[in-house]
């Protein structure tokens, strides 16, 4: 006999229970966690090179890098001055809250300050996981061209900061900043955008302000 | 294409459901899908032919998935009315003109339910041959 089952339940449900998971440990440990999506090549292991040696002198920073494969970012990080914890997603796009939960124990929480998770370069699948973190933010870099924001609506509707990353090349490029603007803010109203280049360093006070500000929240 | 891993979660959460209910066999799949999701419908589709195949001992040879799309709606905090978005201006009231509006629709990926046989339909099958 067929026996129907009426479920309505989320589908990323496994997911959130973990995210929450995640979430109470660092809600408890008071650890500011920021979740950095772009795509491959805008520059977030470059941002996070520059934050972590900048930071690091005010906050015991960690990382966790996500790629498809190596240990390549993982390495940078360390030698900018942090700890850092590589995942290999072997094939998968996005990270998950799991693998997040399950490098947990490599690190003492109570003794990290500030948390950034480097997400697989992709700017679809790593937008519909909750990882557990505070704040998700999202990195655009000028050579990608002005079409991202509008092309890849759900990414930009779920992030709360956009670093427009490469600014150092506007000269050189079509790319529009206050167009840039306009179509976060069809998307998202309450999204910010700070213009930064990780390599000229223009712009990176902002973000650093950023986070202080973030980080003091996180702390009451 | 995360739609593999999507519908790896929905083949985990149907078998351990249908576990605690004794359903060993899955016949149906139903699907509800929004519009700004970033779930493709037709490559759900497609993952769910190779989970098919990858777990012949629990689904029908026949199982099928159905998808229902949730329409993406958004509504306007400031004049309360709601509207369908524009994809590339999501936040913008058509008749305020202003960037004030908020999703309240289109973003679900649920599974609504699915359909299956149980161990009792076993025993059924062994009386009917009894009876022959």
Known sequence: ?220 | MHEMALMGEVIDIIKEDAASKRIIKIDMVELLVGEISNAMPDALKMAFEVYKEQNAYFFEKNARIFIQIEKALAECILCSKSYVPDNNRISFCPVCGLPSGKIISGESFQILSYEGSGDADESNVAHRCADQ
């Open chain 1, 1 to 220: 006999m067929l026996m129907k089952v009426t479920l309505r339940t989320d589908v990323l449900t496994n997911n959130n229970k973990a995210a929450d998971y995640n979430r109470e440990l660092f809600t408890t440990t008071k650890t500011l966690v920021i979740n950095l999506m772009s795509s491959p090549g805008a520059g977030k292991t470059t941002l996070l090179e520059e934050t972590v040696s900048v930071l690091s002198r005010k906050y015991r920073i960690a990382v966790i890098e996500g790629d498809l494969a190596t240990e390549k970012d993982a390495d940078r990080i360390r030698k900018a001055g942090a700890k850092a914890v590589q995942i290999n997603t072997h094939g998968g796009c996005h990270l998950d809250a799991r693998m997040i939960a399950a490098v947990l124990p490599e690190f003492d929480l109570e003794e990290v300050d500030v948390l950034f998770i480097e997400n697989v370069g992709n700017l679809v699948c790593p937008s519909g996981y909750d990882l557990g973190q505070m704040h998700k933010v999202a990195v655009l870099s000028v050579p990608e061209g002005n079409d991202k924001i509008p092309k890849y609506p759900v990414m930009f509707m779920r992030t709360e900061l956009v670093l427009l990353n490469k600014i150092d090349l506007l000269p050189y490029l079509d790319f529009n900043v206050e167009k840039a603007k306009r179509d976060l803010e069809g998307i998202n109203l309450s999204s910010k955008l700070i213009p930064v280049s990780a390599k000229s360093k223009e712009g990176l006070l902002d973000w650093f302000n950023w986070i202080e500000e973030a980080y003091k929240t996180c702390q009451q």
